[in-house]
């Protein structure tokens, strides 16, 4: 091991999250890792692409159907480039969040059928959609459902790819939707006999998507979004490296991807329409115009989200009493594409399972949903399907259509379930306080930060280590942003002096940022990088 791997916090923290024996800490520090497997271990992988070869094989038309985020973005594109090796007879499509919503739509699939659509392949979405899987054989049409969300009752009456399935074979089944599709592509590609390149092309996208989805980084997806990593920092897709280099990335890490190439684009849906985002990435390299124009309009739908979340989470935060076992509020007027945003920014707030609905002015509500760990969301809402219109989404986040009267039946069950479920194991709320390791401030350098770096990519399942500092003074508080709402802020203790910053929460913990108290500090250590200079700083989650 290098000098930087050696370094014994880092093993400390490798140790706490149980990697210990030397097989499983080489894996989890290569650069190269090898946990991945045959797609064809995957139940019904090999119907599946039977059936794409043979509808390509007899010039059948081919469409991708998808889902308005990353996740459903990425599986789009990196279908669609495995599929253009085989026929030109090929088109995608992702409904609008504000027209339609999520999933598959009757509608739709009339659209397709007049488009002189044979064969329909869902990413990211299906599952539940039992009926539209039958409207759609009944036109005449064949349809292949690939998913990773939570199975209903009853699977659609189809070829369906889904590692969640009950008796599914295939060894690890926590994938984003855009890992069942790349598995899908890497079948295809196989059986196929086309040049191995059209899957390494792909690694971007799989990267994206798996990272964007907060699915957990362990086992194939780590694998996954390391490669993706190496690729992504190779500027090979065109339209990927000019958003990245529009919104200044230049080393590309999971916290990229998270922070700054996820939420853009996942604005072109939210503000606009999701083709906006697969135009990007699926433009031709020399097509420089293109890409010009689509970035544009990304990072504009961009600026216009981070406006209106601000505004949708402050009104949704006036309407909480701070009592609520579950956050379950109708919050007319917010923008319906930004909900699930200020519902996630709220969750980790108050620590407590967010909905927030929003009227459509027919007499029903979309609602968005955002939970904690130990909380499953869809599981509590697929208990009372027979309430919804539509409903769907996993155990951390969700999304549904619902009519008002039938919402404020939900809202009361909801409390009271939640609040057993805190009975039942009280140690769900006490998610305050937590860290990793308690260091001491001068262990806060930039070769700590540094050597963090090995245990990337971080995410769902491999956070970012949160760190406790005890007993430093605030120095020099410098308020950022409308309200005031972040801080720059010097924390001293025995003569060591650590840079910090803390988002989105300066105005709740002023009094103690203003007193001369001495506190603890939790957070995470990270690199800052500003105008070819490195620097560390301390991310503050939390001021005890």
Request: aromatic share 6%.
């Amino acid at each position: 091991m290098t000098e930087e791997i050696r370094n014994e916090i880092v093993l400390e923290l490798m140790r706490l999250r149980g990697i210990e024996t030397e097989e499983d800490i080489e894996e989890y520090l290569s650069d190269l890792p090898r946990r991945t497997y045959d797609p064809f271990l995957m139940k019904n992988m090999k119907e599946a692409t039977d059936l794409i070869l043979a509808e390509a094989a007899a010039g059948s038309r081919i469409c991708i159907y998808g889902d308005y985020d990353v996740d459903g973005i990425t599986s789009v594109c990196i279908l669609h480039g495995v599929l253009s090796q085989l026929t030109d007879d090929l088109t995608w499509y992702i409904p609008s969040r504000f027209t339609e919503g999520y999933g598959l739509h009757k509608e739709a699939i009339d659209t397709l059928r007049a488009d002189g659509v044979d064969l329909i392949i869902t990413v990211d979405c299906g599952i539940t959609s039992n009926a539209e899987v039958d409207y759609a054989q009944s036109l005449g049409m064949r349809i292949l459902v690939t998913d990773h969300h939570q199975l209903g009752d009853t699977l659609p009456d189809c070829i369906v790819i889904d590692p969640k399935q009950e008796d599914e074979t295939y060894p690890f089944r926590e994938l984003a939707g855009c890992g069942v599709a790349y598995k899908l592509a890497q079948a295809i590609q196989r059986q196929a006999g086309l040049d191995r390149s059209v899957i390494v092309e792909s690694l971007d996208l799989v990267a994206s998507g798996t990272v964007a989805d907060i699915v957990p980084l362990k086992d194939e997806n780590r694998t996954i979004v390391k490669y993706g990593l190496h690729k992504m920092n190779e500027r090979g897709r065109a339209g990927l490296a000019a958003l990245e280099e529009a919104i200044s990335l230049k080393e590309i890490s999971s916290g990229s991807i998270s922070y700054g190439i996820a939420p853009h684009l996942n604005a072109a849906g939210r503000m606009k329409h999701a083709a906006e985002a697969v135009k990007l990435l699926l433009a031709e390299d020399n097509d420089r115009e293109t890409i010009r124009r689509q970035v544009e309009i990304l990072t504009s739908c961009n600026s216009k989200r981070k406006k209106l979340q601000d505004e949708a989470y402050d009104r949704s935060k006036e309407m909480i009493t701070g009592e609520e076992a579950i956050i379950c509020l109708r919050v007319d007027g917010i923008h319906e594409g930004i909900a699930g945003i200020a519902a996630g920014k709220l969750k980790e707030d108050y620590l407590r399972p967010v909905i927030l609905a929003t009227s459509t002015g027919d007499g029903m509500l979309k609602g968005t949903g955002r939970s904690i760990v130990g909380v499953d969301l869809f599981r509590l809402l697929d208990d009372h399907r027979e309430l919804f219109a539509r409903v769907g989404g996993h155990k951390r986040a969700c999304g549904f259509t619902i009519s008002e009267e039938n919402f404020r039946t939900l809202q009361p069950l909801l409390e009271e379930e939640v609040r057993k479920i805190y009975e039942a194991d009280p140690s769900i709320m006490e998610q305050t306080g937590q860290y990793d390791l308690e260091i001491e401030a001068r262990d806060v350098t930039l070769k700590l930060a540094e050597a963090l770096q090995v245990m990337e990519p971080f995410g769902e399942g491999n956070e970012l280590p949160r760190f406790l500092v005890r007993d430093v003074k605030i120095l020099w508080p410098t308020y950022m942003g409308e309200g005031d709402r972040h801080v720059r802020f010097k924390a001293e203790k025995n003569g060591a002096r650590v840079s910090c910053v803390l988002f989105q929460k300066a105005q709740d913990y002023a009094e103690l940022i203003e007193s001369d108290r001495r506190v603890d500090l939790i957070g995470t250590v990270e690199i800052n990088e500003w105008n070819d200079r490195k620097d560390v700083q301390m991310i503050v989650k939390e001021i005890l």
